[in-house]
């Protein structure tokens, strides 16, 4: 599972990285994890608001910093 933290490197998309490598470790799942700071990428990776969250291209969180249960939560589902 590829996982990308998508932002400029404010203190919202510092958190929002921080609370996916504590969800993939308290699920004990094996994930590429990466900051995407250029925003020239944001667009192709179709992200319009930080932080966002991508998941194997797609994004599934975006403008708002994720709780740790709520990513455990989506991680688990697309995970299976």
Known sequence: MKIQVVGPGCIKCLVTEKRVITA???LGLA???SH???W???AKLGVRMT???VVDGKVVISGRVPT???LKELLSK???
């Open 24 to 26: 993939c470790q308290e």
């Open 31 to 33: 994930a590429d994890i």
């Open 36 to 38: 995407v700071s250029d």
């Open 40 to 42: 020239r990428q944001f």
């Open 51 to 53: 932080p966002a969250v």
């Open 68 to 70: 740790v249960d709520e």
């Open 78 to 80: 697309l995970s299976r």
